[in-house]
């Protein structure tokens, strides 16, 4: 009865204790206004696969595709990125030591550089090339495909060649502009010169000082918009465009001028995802209104990517004026997926 007794004395104080921490907290809402420190590094890896789903030809349909090519640009960066905050900041202590905040961020940048091929990327899949009567599509890939006789669901011997893969531009899109927008919370910890100063000199006539560090984590969305046609973005078949495939020349990578089509020419660029940031820092506050930062921004698993799905057609002409052109329709998928790397912000905060 006495343990029961106790347990319950030590629960009331406990809670009185945080109750008292809540009711004695400082709380004050801030606007935020920050700049990125050099630039933030892009890596872009990038794909074209030529398809063909055959699912509605018979019961039995497969989903072939020709060999996935792969790519990836480097030297990418987003500069000048602008940020913007608005949330609450709770002081926990007297003296200032102990904070938290939560906030609302959007960040803006109108120079996002793709970057340039790494052409020693360049290279098709590494998928066995399926034997003449396999069906497994996810373990192999084929050049080709059969026509099936309609209701039947057996195949005739018109075969069908898939497109080429266009190969990849030596750049894409420049001077995009990116926008993010997230939410976050912090933890700092703070030594409190001012109380510090009055504490052991005696000097009075200074305005409240704090130095210390902090860090936190958030979650946020991004996109990256050209907004403008730009015949480096997906566009990369018109006639007389450089691309690079990896071909059988030049340690498997060679220069090809492309004579296709155009495949949109209004398309624009736009990329999207979303994913976890760490940031760590440290502030200075001046007066009880003021608060300086500057700090790391982390991003984690985050990734923005991009797909496109053209029509095309086969590149041999039907059989035979009857034959229906459905079966000879193909599809190329483009795929971009970004990564930004870690930068540094420095931003300026008023507290009310």
Not at 27 to 50: P, R, V, Y
Request: with cysteine; proline share 3%.
């Amino acid at each position: 009865m006495m343990q029961k007794i106790s347990g319950g004395i030590l629960l009331c104080s406990m809670m009185y204790g945080l109750s008292n921490i809540v009711y004695g907290a400082k709380f004050q809402f801030f606007l935020g206004l920050g700049q990125s420190i050099g630039d933030a590094k892009l890596t872009t890896e990038s794909t074209n696969q030529m398809t063909h789903n055959t699912s509605t030809v018979n019961s039995a349909g497969q989903y072939y595709y020709m060999n996935t090519q792969h790519g990836q640009y480097n030297n990418g960066n987003v500069k000048n990125i602008t940020s913007g905050y608005a949330g609450v900041e709770a002081t926990i202590d007297k003296q200032g030591i102990f904070t938290v905040r939560g906030y609302a961020t959007v960040s803006y940048s109108n120079n996002a550089d793709f970057g340039n091929l790494d052409r020693n990327s360049v290279h098709d899949g590494n998928m066995r090339q399926c034997n003449t009567n396999e069906t497994t599509a996810s373990e192999c890939w084929r050049d080709s495909f059969y026509i099936p006789v309609i209701g039947s669901g057996t195949s005739t011997a018109t075969e069908v060649k898939f497109n080429p893969n266009p190969g990849f531009s030596d750049s894409i899109t420049k001077n995009a502009t990116m926008i993010t927008y997230g939410i976050g919370a912090d933890i700092g910890i703070n030594i409190p010169i001012t109380f510090l100063v009055q504490r052991f000199t005696g000097y009075k006539k200074l305005i409240p000082l704090r130095i210390g560090v902090y860090g936190g984590a958030g979650y946020e969305f991004a996109t990256y918009n050209l907004g403008y046609w730009d015949n480096r973005t997906y566009n990369n078949t018109t006639t007389g465009g450089i691309t690079w495939d990896p071909g059988t020349g030049n340690n498997g990578r060679q220069t090809t001028n492309v004579d296709g089509v155009i495949l949109n020419a209004n398309d624009t660029f736009y990329m999207a995802g979303a994913g976890m940031f760490a940031r760590v820092g440290a502030s200075v506050y001046i007066s009880n209104n003021l608060r300086l930062d500057i700090g790391v921004k982390f991003p984690i698993n985050f990734t923005t990517e991009s797909t496109k799905w053209y029509q095309r057609n086969a590149i041999d002409a039907p059989s035979s004026p009857t034959e229906d052109p459905t079966y000879r329709q193909q599809n190329l998928i483009q795929n971009y997926k970004t990564t930004i790397q870690s930068y540094w912000q420095f931003s300026v905060n008023v507290l009310f």
